[in-house]
T-cell receptor
Framework: AQKITQTQPGMFVQEKEAVTLDCTYD???????LFWYKQPSSGEMIFLIY????DEQNATEGRYSLNFQKARKSANLVISASQLGDSAMYFC??????????WGAGTKLIIKP | GAVVSQHPSRVICKSGTSVKIECRSL??????MFWYRQFPKKSLMLMAT?????????EQGVEKDKFLINHASLTLSTLTVTSAHPEDSSFYIC?????????????????FGPGTRLTVL
């Protein structure tokens, strides 16, 4: 069965430090996509970064990078130089062969000033 | 970028009434729209997938007679919560997908609406 696992329910990080949010996945598909979304308290889902299963290089988008380790089936999100505005829920998701998204439980990130 | 709107953003209604939530893709045609439900501090739960012009596909455990989905055009899908009860109170989020299933997708092709917070008294 396809599954996304986020083992960190919550994290506290000092402002300006880097933070890694863990995500592991399980799938038997050869082709899949991995996503990270940010959900602030307002509720909107904000797309952060995407990694395709055949992409050899780790995806990067500004301060966000995805540490993709295919053999270990992990797709951790790294946020460099964290800011107070980064405080939010973060969800890892995987697109399955039906183009539906399978979601992890989420990680609540709180940035401390 | 692609924009998806949802209306209303917040609704409070009495038990027994029906509530309609609209999801619109503003600047693109969405062949597929997804409806999610999210409980506080929980992840998104897919309720149904709707394709324009055809009946929605509901996930297991979702009552199709209670949550009516109509995808009448390529830019509009509606979710109607019929005879709402307090346990239907939740945050409902739609997303709209571009592209076709026979073309490889390599990017973010599912765009989310801002959500609708439903409170049933």
């Amino acid at each position: 069965a396809q599954k996304i696992t986020q083992t960190q329910p919550g994290m506290f990080v000092q402002e300006k430090e880097a933070v890694t949010l863990d995500c592991t996945y399980d799938t038997s598909d050869q082709s899949y996509g991995l996503f990270w979304y940010k959900q602030p308290s307002s509720g909107e889902m904000i797309f952060l970064i995407y990694q395709g299963s055949y992409d050899e290089q780790n995806a990067t988008e500004g301060r966000y990078s995805l540490n993709f380790q295919k053999a270990r089936k992990s797709a951790n999100l790294v946020i460099s130089a964290s800011q107070l505005g980064d405080s939010a829920m973060y969800f890892c998701a995987m697109r399955d062969s039906n183009y539906q998204l399978i979601w992890g439980a989420g990680t609540k990130l709180i940035i401390k000033p | 970028g692609a924009v998806v709107s949802q209306h209303p953003s917040r609704v409070i209604c009495k038990s027994g009434t029906s509530v309609k939530i609209e999801c619109r893709s503003l600047d693109f045609q969405a062949t597929t729209m997804f409806w999610y439900r999210q409980f506080p501090k929980k992840s998104l739960m897919l309720m149904a997938t709707s394709n324009e012009g055809s009946k929605a596909t509901y996930e297991q455990g979702v009552e199709k007679d209670k949550f009516l989905i109509n995808h009448a055009s390529l830019t509009l899908s509606t979710l109607t919560v019929t005879s709402a009860h307090p346990e239907d109170s939740s945050f409902y989020i739609c997303s709209a997908r571009t592209g076709t299933s026979d073309r490889p997708s390599s990017y973010n092709e599912q765009f989310f609406g801002p959500g609708t917070r439903l409170t049933v008294l």
